[in-house]
């Protein structure tokens, strides 16, 4: 497509600039004011005049911006994958029971704390405990619909059977909060908000090196997304293995989906609306452009929405879940009514 | 060029097709013995729920035979792989197609999928097999369309670019005129016409226009009655084949005009 890198080079600059914008402007905001001069010699290493401030950006602005670009881009891609992957305008990242899993997991470990016994309890409700649990609970999740999609032909099948799986877990997760305390409901309730700063240098290089994984693996379904557009039996036709490439694109989506909600929560919206917003911009259905297009905008997005959640100057923080659907939600509707149709 | 032109690309042998269950088998057709040649325009023609589906189907690898087999290039079906069979076969299907936001280009680019890199990168080579298609199915002007943009008449055009691209020796066409006004029906079948010579690829098409595929196609295959019969046209019409093919309560066969009438 040698015509089209032309047309696509310029937007691509473009949001490549807003992204390095957003990302000082994240981290020079936040509940103690930094002047932005001291920002930037904190990022390039010399001293600020406050030792403090040196300490705010560097173990908790910075970390937290990393994560919300990991976090925006990773989600932003999957959710792009699965609408190819099931031809589906509402499929998110989530379809294949990730989020619910994790959550089965968390509530396990909260709500179910008080079955299992007091020292067992403190034991798991530290970070790490939390992060173990949503990965296992997803995982096992995954692992059941992944089993059942080896055997089935329909990939259709495969958006209702992760369906099935959500409200099952949601059932379970309905009964162990009916039995639990009040305190751990709040906690759980507070880990469905999702959060972006809570993240050390570790956590962080842990939650890299497998969304990297799942960039990669994404990258290598660009092709086999292309050839889906066609739909299965065009792509079968074009010698495409449907089985092999669909196991490569749902390993892609629980890498990114499935270690994001770990770590941060479940956040939704970003994952069902960031491809939206990428394809009435670019539009155009090539994955080619639509991966790292996606990409940079769930990265935007998310540190936008992070930037807002802050509420500058203040010691509040709002949920950063509300927020991307406040935010994000009139931006889909405003672009949709303006073009007046879908493009998918 | 002669001896080129006798070249079988398909052949099937004593096949029995229909489909097959653990507990019993459905023969449907049975002992089909056709063979196609290089640069041929095929009709098969058959009644509803005959079993054209079905045939096209077997010979195109998506259902196994029940008996017998297909043989491509010498070379029978079963041994293909997947991405093999995608270098001497393409296909044009009658389900619509529900990424209609890619560009003509690019959706005609999507043929040479089976001879890109790992990411879809199209060389010099690729290109210029697209923008042959492109020309040889009249739609150079559409190239930067979307194809939510086209009628059914252009996009099925689009649908044979991209079989071409995908430049195979064998294009098999489930239905390619349904939807179409008479004039786009005659239209598309006289360029698979013009393909077929041009390219000297074996083109096959299942069809109801009888009349037309009489007028345009080398050889028809013809389903009656759980036999298959494959021949010249004129042949067919001398051995009394179209009478044949339906109930005779309605519609007859004229001989003279190679056409379908209503009883009056």
Same mark, same amino acid.
């Given at each position: ?31 103690? /004011? ?25 173990? /908790? ?29 509402? $499929? ?38 939390? &992060? ?101 039996? /065009? ?63 769930? $990265?935007?997005?998310?540190? &936008? ?25 009139? &931006? ?13 | ?19 097959? !269950? ?37 010979? +195109? ?16 079906? !079963? ?10 076969? !393409? ?6 197609? +529900? ?37 040889? +199915? ?127």
């Amino acid at each position: 497509m040698q015509n089209q890198k032309k047309t696509y080079t310029n937007p691509f600059l473009v949001l490549s600039a807003i992204l390095v914008i957003c990302f000082f402007i994240n981290i020079s905001l936040g509940s103690v /004011y930094i002047p932005l001069k001291e920002v930037f010699n904190s990022l390039i290493g010399h001293e600020t005049s406050q030792e403090a401030w040196q300490h705010i950006i560097q173990n /908790y602005r910075l970390p937290k911006a990393f994560t919300a670009i990991i976090v925006g881009s990773g989600l932003g891609i999957s959710g792009l994958l699965m609408q190819t992957l099931f031809r589906n305008p509402l $499929a998110g990242p989530f379809v294949l029971g990730i989020s619910s899993g994790a959550s089965l997991g968390v509530a396990l470990v909260i709500l179910g704390s008080g079955l299992f016994g007091g020292i067992f309890a403190t034991l798991f409700i530290s970070k790490w405990g939390i &992060v173990l649990a949503a990965s296992l609970g997803s995982f096992l999740v995954l692992l059941s619909v992944m089993m059942v999609s080896l055997k089935i032909r329909d990939t259709m099948a495969i958006l209702i059977i992760g369906l099935m799986f959500a409200s099952i877990t949601a059932a379970i997760v309905s009964v162990l909060s009916y039995f639990g305390s009040a305190q751990q409901l709040q906690q759980y309730i507070f880990w469905g908000f999702g959060s972006l700063g809570n993240l050390s240098w570790d956590e962080l290089f842990i939650l890299f090196l497998i969304y990297a994984l799942g960039i990669v693996f994404s990258i290598f379904s660009i092709k086999p997304l292309n050839t889906l557009l066609l739909g299965e039996n /065009y792509a079968k036709s074009l010698g495409l293995n449907i089985k092999k490439s669909r196991l490569i694109i749902i390993i892609a989506t629980s890498l990114l989906a499935g270690t994001i909600t770990a770590f941060a929560g479940p956040i939704a919206f970003i994952g069902l609306a960031i491809p939206h917003l990428t394809r009435q911009v670019f539009n155009t259905a090539s994955h080619k452009v639509l991966l790292p297009a996606v990409f940079l905008f769930g $990265a935007i997005v998310m540190l &936008v929405c992070d930037s807002i959640s802050q509420i500058p100057n203040s010691d509040y923080t709002l949920p950063i879940n509300a927020i991307t659907s406040l935010v994000g939600a009139p &931006v889909v509707i405003w672009l949709l009514v303006r073009k007046q149709k879908m493009v998918f | 060029m002669d001896t080129k032109n006798q070249h079988i690309i398909i052949k099937t042998k004593d096949l029995s097709i229909g489909y097959a !269950s653990k507990k019993a088998q459905t023969v449907i057709v049975s002992n089909i013995n056709i063979e196609l040649k290089k640069g041929e325009l095929i009709g098969l023609i058959g009644a509803n729920g005959i079993g054209k589906s079905t045939l096209l189907r077997t010979l +195109t690898k998506v259902q196994k035979p029940l008996q017998g087999d297909v043989l491509i290039n010498s070379k029978s079906l !079963s041994n293909y792989q997947a991405e093999d069979l995608a270098k001497v076969l !393409s296909l044009v299907l009658t389900e619509q197609i +529900t990424a209609k936001n890619l560009s003509v280009f690019e959706l005609v680019a999507l043929g040479r999928q089976p001879y890109t890199n790992w990411i879809g990168n199209l060389s010099q080579n690729d290109l210029t097999i697209i923008n042959k298609a492109l020309n040889q +199915t009249n739609i150079d002007d559409l190239k930067y369309k979307k194809c939510f943009e086209l009628s059914d008449g252009q996009l099925q055009k689009v649908m044979i670019a991209r079989a071409l691209a995908q430049d195979t020796d064998l294009i098999i066409l489930d239905e390619p005129t349904t939807h179409l006004d008479m004039y786009h029906k005659a239209y598309i079948l006289k360029l698979l016409q013009k393909l077929a010579k041009e390219t000297n690829k074996t083109i096959l098409f299942s069809s109801h226009e009888i009349d037309l595929a009489i007028q345009l196609c080398d050889t028809l295959i013809v389903i009656t009655n759980n036999k298959v019969v494959c021949d010249e046209p004129c042949k067919l019409i001398e051995k009394g084949v179209f009478n044949t093919l339906f109930p005779k309560d309605l519609i007859a066969f004229d001989e003279k005009t190679g056409s379908f009438r209503v009883n009056k």
